[in-house]
């Protein structure tokens, strides 16, 4: 109980430690919360894009960033939450029960819960494949719920997709409950990474060996990645339902999300929580320019400066801004966090 309550002292005094850092991110917070009444719709849509870019991408990099498990298919668990959450706002549309219908936040949640709850379950069979064959693997995983869905269409509506109805909420509420959803999904990852479980994860992710050698259960704390990364992002996949009002396999499981989603962590800086973030920005901001200067062309130039960003910074804007400014805090967990051998082996 005293461990407990010292980590979470830590993980607070690590959070506020930098006051800079946290005035310029709650005035972008609230600057955010402007957007969907001081604009018009369609640059309101791009800014909703840009923070479920940024969910997609902080949720990934707990896997894959932090416990070095590369999943490329991670969209299952973002094609699933988001069906959820649409089955759980307009249930009578897929044939079920009347008595479930839910408010929006319910069905967010819901569809987060469900997807958290299938990495788990899956999580064992799956981790029994490691290096490319677990990525090959989880790539399969998206393209059989894909094909599921895609095939029972009395439930997902199939090609002709699958109409969401969220109620009375307008999308400027549905905008701030994406906004909020963000700020605690990046606050939660923060206080994953620099607690025990996400210095086991780093040490998994450098030597699997050598941290079972050490009594960390790779198991477990791959597990514990696994579930976190995909409720996040079955979270993502509800909102981006209830915000667009459509759902299509073919669009919500696309390899086009997934592919994103790691550009936005190549972009920013991978095994950073502000990696993301500033990756998204810079992700949905090019996209946005581009499509409206090099039209057909946005896709091959975007390609090309990933590539140059690849070799040129691996460690993305964020690695670039740190090499300038000093501020490591994000790479270095505080030493109090360290799992004993005696702790990671008995649980």
Request: hydrophobic residues 50%; aromatic residues 10%.
């Amino acid at each position: 109980m005293a461990g407990s309550e010292h980590e979470r002292g830590s993980f607070i005094r690590t959070m506020l430690g930098n006051r800079r850092r946290v005035a310029i991110a709650i005035v972008t917070v609230l600057a955010f919360a402007t957007i969907p009444f001081v604009t018009e719709r369609w640059l309101t849509q791009v800014f909703f894009t840009m923070l479920v870019f940024v969910i997609l991408g902080v949720s990934w990099d707990i896997i894959g960033g932090y416990a070095g498990q590369i999943s490329l298919g991670h969209v299952a668990f973002f094609g699933f939450g988001a069906y959820v959450s649409a089955w759980l706002t307009t249930p009578t549309r897929a044939g079920f029960p009347e008595s479930i219908q839910s408010p929006v936040i319910v069905a967010v949640l819901g569809g987060a819960i469900v997807a958290g709850l299938l990495a788990l379950v899956i999580g064992p069979v799956i981790f029994r494949l490691t290096g490319h064959y677990f990525a090959i693997g989880t790539l399969a995983l998206a393209a059989i719920i894909e094909l599921i869905l895609s095939n029972e269409r009395s439930v997902s509506g199939g090609s002709s997709g699958y109409f969401v109805d969220s109620g009375s909420a307008e999308y400027q509420q549905l905008f701030l409950l994406t906004l909020a959803v963000t700020v605690v999904t990046v606050i939660v990852s923060y206080y994953v990474v620099t607690s025990r479980w996400g210095l086991a994860m780093r040490a998994i992710h450098d030597d699997e060996t050598a941290a079972s050698s050490l009594g960390i259960n790779p198991l477990k704390y791959k597990l514990i990645a696994f579930g976190i990364g995909s409720s996040m992002a079955g979270m993502a996949g509800g909102l981006y339902a209830q915000y667009t009002g459509y759902l299509n396999p073919a669009d919500v499981l696309g390899l086009h999300w997934m592919v994103e989603a790691l550009v936005v962590v190549v972009l920013g800086g991978m095994g950073t929580i502000t990696g993301p973030i500033l990756g998204a920005g810079l992700f949905v901001g090019l996209d946005w320019i581009l499509g409206e200067v090099a039209s057909g062309y946005s896709t091959a130039i975007e390609g090309l400066l990933i590539i140059l960003f690849m070799i040129y910074m691996p460690k993305g804007i964020y690695g670039l801004i740190t090499s300038r400014t000093g501020d490591t805090s994000e790479e270095d967990p505080p030493s109090e966090t360290v799992p004993t051998p005696d702790e990671s082996a008995t649980d």
